[in-house]
């Protein structure tokens, strides 16, 4: 390993002391001595300054800056996420940015000059490189423990409502999954499935007394449509982003931020500066020098759990996301089924208000934080089970010829009185007569009298179900409208829908406009544009007088 730089200077300094007490030294045998480099102590000795006193000659960042950026790097060293020469160089320049937007990007090899010149002596490089998968999860162990050990003080003084995690998933649209259905077909086994359409990224955030923030949309293009808001079932405070990918990105998680901000400050208490503790993954987009700072101006507190082990402390993880993708897909099946187009990003749209509403409940969230021992704080619950997984399974025990003890039916001696009751009943039978002894036909004639109380009662309740429900959910194949709102950048419903009602009044004045100019008496007009203009004369009567005189 390489010696630290102001070691060896130290070293080259007493090698220059000795050189000095004789006529014709030998640097050779001197830099063998102290272990340095020849070079550099015949450079000394010559006079040449070291370069720790050197005046500097790199003047692109300033004091301010420098500092800033040692300080970033300490922060995420801390966060277990050491950054690499990119993540450094990346930040470099946003902070020349922010003081000077036509600043030229930094040099290529900087990044290693601003290493060797400007950082402290406990800060180095440090090559990093896979490991076996046995030993990396050895070591998981005991990183997890020092993770849940540094939670432990924030869990104990921040509120509930103030501890979040947050996590991005995506959402393919038209992923359908397996489902069962009874047919009278044996090999009905496919459904209508769709080539794999767009990707949309869904931002959620919850904290860990349940409570669930609205989302946040990143979907694929470069500008908003109008069919994506028609619907109506999204929430006003939905933001939508757009970017070519449909995925996340350094500016996008930016402004998520200052959304998380906005939609979180009223569960503050009386001081607006109680800090609120922000559990996320490493994703490079959420260790940028901006990120950390905006985090900082609103007192969050960013805490990163380790690399590759998010599937086993973030909350959202586990039974959220599943429950989520689990229900998405669930719903893409039923439009398929029906007809309709799940690849359609307008139909996500449409249908996923209701599909967080039935995935991301208080109850599941409440669980998420419990199962992850974050709240109620017990990290045993993810510990133990990796220090299990290393020790020796025991042996199975041998059958020694005692039999098992009786079983007992569980089925109840009072009659069924609802058809709960008696599909329930029907099921504990189904099971005893599969282990029975009796004979076929008699175990078939005991089953058919069990479910002939609750057929007609099934019939009568399927038949409605689906008549009301099922069949008013069939779409129609119509023409796609590609209307843009405009090249926004994240967009909240709200916005969104104004923005539609502003065009859609400017074009029914300009329709009204062309109908006035029109040429043909009114008599001649058709319904449509006879029907334009009475509608505009009568939204917008003072503005007709002034038009038939210019007109005349």
Known sequence: ?????????????????????????????LAREYEVPVG??????????????????????????????VRWIRCL????????????????????????????????DWVYDFVAQHLPEDLFWVQQKPADQKRILAEDIG??????????????????????????TGFLLGQGRPQNVISANKHRTRTHSFERGQLVTGIECVAADGWVMEPYFVAPG???????????KLSEETRIAVSDSGYSNDLLAIDWLHFFAENTSHRLGKSTKEPRLLIMDGHGSHLTYEFLD???????????????????????????????????????NEIAQWGGDARDISVFFTEITAIRATAMTPRTIRKAFATRGIYPYNPKLVIEPLVA??????????????????????????????VWDARRTRNKMVNILDKSPLPADIRDQLLRVAQSQIQLAEDKGLLQDTLENR??????????????????????????????????????????????????????????????????????????????????
Not at 1 to 29: G, H, Q, W
Not at 222 to 232: C, I, N, Q, S, T
Request: glycine fraction near 2%; charge should be positive.
């Open 143 to 168: 990183v997890l423990t020092a993770w849940y050990d540094r939670l432990e003080p924030f869990i104990k003084r921040i509120p509930t409502k103030n501890i979040y995690n947050f996590d991005e």
């Open 294 to 332: 905006i985090c900082d101006f609103y007192n969050i507190i960013p805490y990163v759990c380790p690399p590759h082990t998010t599937h086993l402390i973030q909350p959202l993880d586990g039974s959220p996301f599943r429950a989520l993708k689990q229900a998405y897909r669930t719903k893409n």
């Open 40 to 69: 550099r102590l015949r450079a000394r000795f010559a006079g040449r300054k070291s370069r720790s006193t050197r005046q500097m000659t790199y003047t692109r960042l300033n004091e301010d800056q420098i500092a800033s950026l």
């Open 222 to 232: 470069k500008a908003h449509l109008v069919r994506w808001y028609d619907g109506g």
């Open 471 to 552: 069949l008013p959910k069939q779409r129609k194949i119509a023409r796609k409208s590609q209307k843009q709102i405009g090249k926004f950048g994240a967009l909240s419903t709200k916005d969104a829908n104004r923005h539609i009602r502003d065009r859609k009044k400017a074009e029914e004045i300009k329709e009204a406009l062309t109908e006035l100019r029109n040429p043909l008496p009114y008599a001649a007009m058709s319904d449509a544009s006879r029907a334009r203009l009475d509608n505009f004369e009568v939204e917008h009567p003072p503005l007709l007088p002034n038009l038939e005189e210019d007109y005349s």
């Open 77 to 108: 060293d801390n966060l277990h996420v050491p950054p690499t020469a990119k993540m450094v160089a990346i930040s470099a320049n946003a902070l020349l940015r922010r003081a000077n937007s036509d600043a030229r990007p930094l040099a290529k």
């Open 1 to 29: 390993m390489d010696k630290p730089y102001s070691d060896v200077e130290r070293r080259i300094l007493t090698a220059c002391s000795v050189a000095r007490t004789s006529k014709k030294p030998n640097f050779a045998a």
């Open 389 to 418: 997984a290393q020790t020796p399974e025991p042996d199975l025990k041998i059958f020694d010829g005692t039999p098992p003890p009786e079983q007992i039916s569980s089925i109840p001696y009072t009659p069924p009185k609802s």
